[in-house]
Every structure is written in C-alpha cells, then in structure tokens.
C-alpha cells in the first residue's frame, strides 16, 4: 500500500511529497518491521533496483511474508529527479541535516518527519552507492559506537566487506547515526558507483535483505547467501591513495583486486603532451575494494582504498593476484 510519508506545500501551487510502500500479509502478522531506505542523494541509483527486486520477490511469494516491509526508494525525490545529489536549490546535503525538527525550515521539518515514520522498525538499511568518481565493492559502514550491536546483522547481509571506522562530528547528522540513536538498528550500505545500476550488486544485497528478513522473522521463504564479509575495525588497516598530480586517471586494475607492494593501479596521464605523469602503486599487500572510476583527477583525488593483509579471505571472494 503506498503511503505518503510527508509532503509540503512549494511555490506555484506544487507539493514535495515523499511517498513509501508498505508490504503486509494478509493477516496481522508477527508485528516484526524492516525499512528499506534509499535516494537520500539523487546521484544514487543502486537502490533502487534493490527496491524493485524486494518487492518483486515478496510479490511472487506472498504467503511467506510474516511481517512488515516499508520500501522507502526517493527520499530526495527533487535529487533523483534532476539527477542531483544534494536537495537541488538549496544546495544542501540532505544526509547532514539529520534529525531535523519540525519547528524548524522545511527541510528540517522533512527530515524530522522521516525519522518519526521509520522509527519502529526492528531493523533499517540506508542503502547508498558511492559517487560518481569512484566505484565500491558492496559494503556496510558502521559507526565504532554501534558496533557490538551491528556487526552481527552486517555479517547476515550479504555484503563482502563490514567497515567499522571511528566516530566524526559530521556522521552525527545523518540518517543512520539519528536512526541508531533512537534505537532503531541501521545498516548503512555503499556498493557500486553513482548515477548507474550494477545488477549483480543489486541481486546480492537482495539476497542479504532476504536473510536478514528470515533472521527477523518477517520471511519464511528460501533465501541464499553466498558471500561472508571481511570484517575490518582498524584504523590502520585502509590504505588511503590520492593523487599526487591532476590529469587523466587510466585504470589498470578494477577493484576487488589482490594487489602487493608495488603493483599498478592506474596511470595519471597529459593528453595534451603524451606524457605519463604518475604512475599510482600499491604501497602495501591487500585488497582493492574502493578504486576511482571518473577519469579526471586533481592533485589530492581519492584514487583507491586497500584493505591491508586480509589477502587469504578476499582471494576466497574471488579476488585476484595482480
């Protein structure tokens, strides 16, 4: 059943209205509610083929629903729309205004509105992709605060890689950490790149939601899961690679990959003169699992991220030697 979430009134006679669709069984249920969150940021459009296959695969099986799923797939509908991802016209990142309030301007009120309709839920995902410069193997991100109580639901999931990284004042404001606050567990998941669709992420991670919702009790239907996330809680442990130069960034290797000290990543080129400007190393064993994809670079660009060590569990995801 579609439900409007909340709306406000625009100029010109128009309305800003977030909408969701809640999926129920036919009798009571168990009382049991997962939410399923994205479009938060308009350049981000892997989740909402995620929200298309939940509700495909519920549709096909609808005796095997126990309890409730709250679909969310645009809460920044003006984003989505003009392909933006901030809230367009007020050039406003709607993830750092979190937990809103509804004495205060409409975007705060919005914000607070989201967070009073979701609150509830036994469990959330806040599925984003990354953006448009660099590409994510599917991944959980937890706040270190949450971590004792995340954890185990991340490794449910079917993600293959579970980031615990430490606190910031910017996190406080977003959706996840609001929502972990008020005491609703929340998974926040980065896969893929902005302002496009990779199917086999969106395929895994709808297994994972499917597990989750088995763990629940909200489904008693088949599930799979195939992949068992590496777990990672050191902060020494990313290697962190921006670029040294700006120029033109042609990728050796894509991310997943196994890389040791001194393997190529990628090449910082002038077109202009022909010339190689940098070529972009592993400084360290270990695993690829951010890597850029926006081929325009400027001195300090992010270019990749490794996972040190590890390499026994990436090469069994598949991984490979470079």
């Given at each position: 059943m579609i439900e409007i979430v909340t709306q406000v009134g625009l100029p010109v006679d128009e309305r800003l209205c977030i909408k969701k669709n809640r999926l129920q069984p036919a009798d009571d249920g168990n009382g049991r509610r997962i939410s399923v969150i994205t479009g938060i940021h308009g350049d981000e459009l892997e989740g909402q083929y995620v929200c298309w296959r939940v509700q495909q695969r519920i549709g096909e099986h609808p005796e095997c629903l126990r309890g409730t799923v709250d679909i969310y797939p645009a809460m920044n509908p003006f984003g989505i729309d003009s392909v933006t991802r901030g809230i367009p016209a007020f050039d406003l990142d709607m993830n750092r205004i979190f937990p809103g309030s509804v004495d205060g301007d409409m975007n705060e009120y919005i914000a607070a509105q989201i967070i009073e309709d979701i609150s509830g839920s036994d469990l959330a995902l806040d599925i984003h992709a990354s953006n448009i410069y660099?590409?994510?193997?599917?991944?959980?991100?937890?706040?270190?605060?949450?971590?004792?109580?995340?954890?185990?639901?991340?490794?449910?999931?079917?993600?293959?890689?579970?980031?615990?990284?430490?606190?910031?004042?910017?996190?406080?404001?977003?959706?996840?950490?609001?929502?972990?606050?008020?005491?609703?567990?929340?998974?926040?998941?980065?896969?893929?790149?902005?302002?496009?669709?990779?199917?086999?992420?969106?395929?895994?991670?709808?297994?994972?939601?499917?597990?989750?919702?088995?763990?629940?009790?909200?489904?008693?239907?088949?599930?799979?899961?195939?992949?068992?996330?590496?777990?990672?809680?050191?902060?020494?442990?990313?290697?962190?690679?921006?670029?040294?130069?700006?120029?033109?960034?042609?990728?050796?290797?894509?991310?997943?990959?196994?890389?040791?000290?001194?393997?190529?990543?990628?090449?910082?080129?002038?077109?202009?003169?022909?010339?190689?400007?940098?070529?972009?190393?592993?400084?360290?064993?270990?695993?690829?699992?951010?890597?850029?994809?926006?081929?325009?670079?400027?001195?300090?660009?992010?270019?990749?991220?490794?996972?040190?060590?590890?390499?026994?569990?990436?090469?069994?995801?598949?991984?490979?030697?470079?």
């Open positions: 660099l590409t994510e193997i599917p991944q959980i991100r937890i706040n270190e605060i949450s971590a004792q109580r995340l954890v185990p639901l991340a490794q449910k999931a079917n993600v293959d890689f579970v980031w615990v990284h430490g606190a910031s004042t910017v996190l406080e404001s977003t959706l996840a950490y609001s929502l972990n606050s008020w005491g609703v567990d929340t998974l926040v998941v980065e896969m893929g790149v902005g302002m496009r669709i990779t199917r086999s992420y969106g395929e895994q991670l709808t297994d994972g939601i499917f597990n989750l919702m088995r763990e629940l009790g909200i489904w008693t239907g088949e599930v799979q899961t195939t992949h068992t996330p590496i777990v990672s809680g050191i902060p020494d442990e990313v290697e962190f690679l921006n670029a040294p130069v700006s120029g033109v960034f042609v990728k050796s290797v894509s991310h997943g990959a196994l890389l040791k000290p001194g393997d190529e990543i990628g090449l910082i080129v002038d077109p202009l003169q022909g010339k190689v400007l940098d070529r972009v190393v592993s400084p360290c064993e270990g695993w690829l699992f951010t890597v850029r994809e926006y081929p325009m670079v400027d001195q300090g660009s992010l270019m990749a991220r490794i996972l040190k060590g590890h390499m026994e569990e990436a090469a069994r995801k598949g991984g490979a030697a470079q």
